[in-house]
């Protein structure tokens, strides 16, 4: 099959149909409900949300196409790159390059505190001359964490990884521990995953292998987070646990709302508000100057928030 | 009583003590606990929490006075005034201007819907060569809209700033419409109320003066809250308006994260984190896409959230 936009897109939109069909199997509860939307300046979305399911209170798996004139802050962003520039002319009459950027993004908020919060996200974006880029992450927020879940999850990232590049996992890794960071607090997100970005400008032109690459990481969402609501949905919780999971969330927002470019992207530029905040959970909370005691289980997760834990 | 740094911030630490107390009185069932906290570049504050009262779910009155080096962005928020800019010399040997902050911060979170949350702040900044500025201001977010609330709460900021100057109440009403304002939901924070910043490079020289309004606005918070408490804290609400509760609360958190000034300038330097991020409810919620029902009372507030209505 050639890859041109509108394969990716279509394949994008596949893989839409099959992670949320895993994700209903697996809740057992909810069906997603989707909503299409158009966006003025071209393309649109199929927003797909789920709620108060068995195991899922609240989720997007979302697809986006979209399309127009480049914005500036783009120019801006690519301006360390290889990309074209607008020429004098084209900024003074406003002929602009085409862009086109398509994906699915994915937050996932369980019930239960023991379950893991998830998210995925992968895109690829060209423009008018050339430019084509891939990008994506996976990462894992889990209120309390498990030493066997996060062996298991880094496990995954790695085999994929493994087979597609020798440096991907290592470099991947680190990129994530650095972008899923909340300064402020001194902690990170979860216990991080992979992240990746503009993997075309990074030295490596084959397009076809990063292409097969950020694939697998799309057929690796649904695997690997169904496996972690099988290790954990049964497990009892308490009241404590649950306002714990309250705290953790509110970091969750608080990460989403100041550092997030996906979402700090998608304010600036119009974009559709309740798709891009479908990622905030249901309730989160916040307390002044929580401290969980001392040898706690709540302690020792704090305590793993961490960048550069080797966790296999 | 001669105005200087020293003065200022005396007054400030017994406007909090009154405060304090008002609230508390208010409230009838919590009392503030207090935590002194030291800036390793110069000053601190006096932290002051509220919480799980008969009134108020969680609130906080701040009090900070801090001093240093002026960070390089007060250069460069400064430029467009007439303040000093550092010589290259100074920049080169890192010889810095000092500067001194000090200020007031309230956010009040009721427990009872019918109750609006409410937030405070008068500052008072001078760096070395001459430069002062008062800012400050005071907005009002109800969960749900009352118009006589609302007039009363507009009369008492229109009453304070008429002795100060005929002009002050409509440019500083205007001011706290267009500061606290959600862009990307479109919708005010609240009712607004009035914000007015560096009142002394606005024309207006008379330090005097100036301090004198500054310090009614401080003086105006307490009679005007504890009033509104008292109209309000008997009223029944039902599930349907703890749920509403909790969304207008997740604006209030995405107002505070995304564009807040001041929480913005506190994470960026360093500040303190939980002093900052008092502002924060207990918990708050996300739903995706919600929409109040035809004619609902939350319909009729949603509808109220805009700017430029004339209250009074």
Redesign the interface.
Known sequence: MEINKETISEWLKNLQDAICLSLENADGGSKFEE?NWIRKEGGGGRTR?I?EGNIIE?G?VLFSAVSGDTPDFLFKESAHSASPQPSPEEREFSIRPQFFATGVSIVIHPKNPMVPIIHMNIRYFEMDGGVKWLGGGIDLTPHYIFDDDAIFFHSQLKNLCDKHHKDYYSKFKKWADDYFYI???KETRGIGGIFFDRLNTEGNMNFEKNFAFWQDVGKAFAPTYTELITRNKHKSFTEKNKDWQ?LRR?RY??FN??YDKGTKFG?ETNGR??SI??S??????????FKPEKNSEEEMTLSLLKKDIDWI
């Open positions: 909503e949300i709620k609240k997007g300064s402020h607090r309250l509110g927002v608080e709302l100041i304010l508000v309740e905040l479908m905030l959970p249901k309730t989160a909370g916040w307390e002044y100057d």
